[in-house]
């Protein structure tokens, strides 16, 4: 499986397996986190844990995720590396998304 869901009672967690988010799993990705926000209604937590390397395509895809579960609660980020992170700070998108350093404070905002 290349993701793997964790579904609680106001959230869904989704965590990519792969170590890349890159062109050759982000529209599959994308497509994905769209279904299932329609599906759950809830606000989806991405925990990028596992992933070392994303290109601009994983990046669109994330952008592409954030804005279609807006209406239903958003989407948050959390166990981000510092590769990684280094892509949503150079493309300035650590100012759209709330880019939380452990899964405990992610959960603990989405409570807020």
Known sequence: MKWELEEQETY?????????LDSAIAPEFRAFVSELSIEQGKQILLDLSNVEFMDSSGLGAVVGCYKLTRSVGGLSVCNVQQQVKDIFRLTHMDRIFEVNNSFETCVERLAA
């Open 12 to 20: 869904v967690v989704v965590r990519p397996t792969l170590a890349r």
